[in-house]
């Protein structure tokens, strides 16, 4: 088993930043996925960004592209999650998701691909 937990969701103004951060303990697996998904309330959750872990292919929704970055840290075995220029449309539950194979880029956007999900954080983005 592979436990995800993430943290650095809060409260930001409009055009603001946070950092969340995926900490990944348990199992762990040379060749994977992480994935970034965000649910906002009373819509489906959605894929924000992804990296393949061994090679560091990113991929971005084109809601965050050039907005937010995705990146790992080997040492720690966490994933992060920089986000600039936030939105109020930002905001949503954050989860973090794990799979052990490298995904295809069509794949890493499907939530039935990855075997492991995080319990969330909230990031608030007020206008």
């Known amino acids: 088993q592979v436990q995800l937990v993430e943290s650095g969701g809060g409260l930001v103004q409009a055009g603001g930043s946070l950092r969340l951060s995926c900490a990944a303990s348990?199992?762990?697996?040379?060749?994977?996925?992480m994935g970034w998904f965000r649910q906002a309330p009373g819509k489906e959750r959605e894929f924000v960004a992804g990296?393949?872990?061994?090679?560091?292919?990113?991929y971005y929704a084109d809601s965050v592209k050039g907005r937010f970055t995705i990146s790992r840290d080997n040492a720690k075995n966490t994933v992060d999650l920089q986000m600039n220029s936030l939105k109020p449309e930002d905001t949503a539950v954050y989860y973090c998701?794990?799979?052990?194979?490298?995904?295809?880029?069509?794949?890493?956007?499907?939530?039935?691909?990855?075997?492991?999900w995080g319990q969330g954080t909230q990031v608030t983005v007020s206008s």
């Open positions: 990296i393949i872990w061994n090679d560091g292919i990113r």
């Open positions: 998701a794990a799979d052990r194979r490298s995904l295809s880029p069509q794949a890493m956007g499907v939530m039935a691909e990855y075997d492991y």
């Open positions: 348990g199992r762990t697996f040379s060749s994977r996925t």
